[in-house]
């Protein structure tokens, strides 16, 4: 069998919830407002595919809000010495909370 390399390649232990969160989380994640400049972490939540989940390599990395389009955000993501820009929805976004 030949090796595929889907988008959601060797993400088995990334992308699984535990027992205990099995299904839609409470609702005020899907509320939850950010403005231009807040420090946000990129976890995905992997009960939302087809809504502005980021690829695997961006898991858990810090980025600052630079605006927003439609129901997601522009989230501004360091990568090595390169800076990327990611669309990303709300449901895969967290404050960071050290800032």
Not at 47 to 65: A, D, E, F, N, V
Request: aromatic share 6%.
């Amino acid at each position: 069998m030949t090796l595929h390399k889907g988008y959601r390649n060797k993400t088995r232990k990334r992308h699984r919830k535990k027992a205990r969160e099995k299904g839609l989380r409470s609702i005020d994640k899907y509320l939850r407002e950010y403005e231009i400049g807040h420090k946000v972490d990129i976890i995905t939540d992997p009960s939302q595919q087809k809504r502005g989940m980021p690829h695997r390599r961006y898991h858990g990395l810090t980025g600052t809000i630079s605006g927003a389009r439609g129901r997601c955000y522009e989230v501004d993501v360091k990568l090595g010495r390169s800076k990327k820009t990611l669309i990303v929805g709300k449901e895969h976004l967290r404050l960071t909370k050290g800032a």
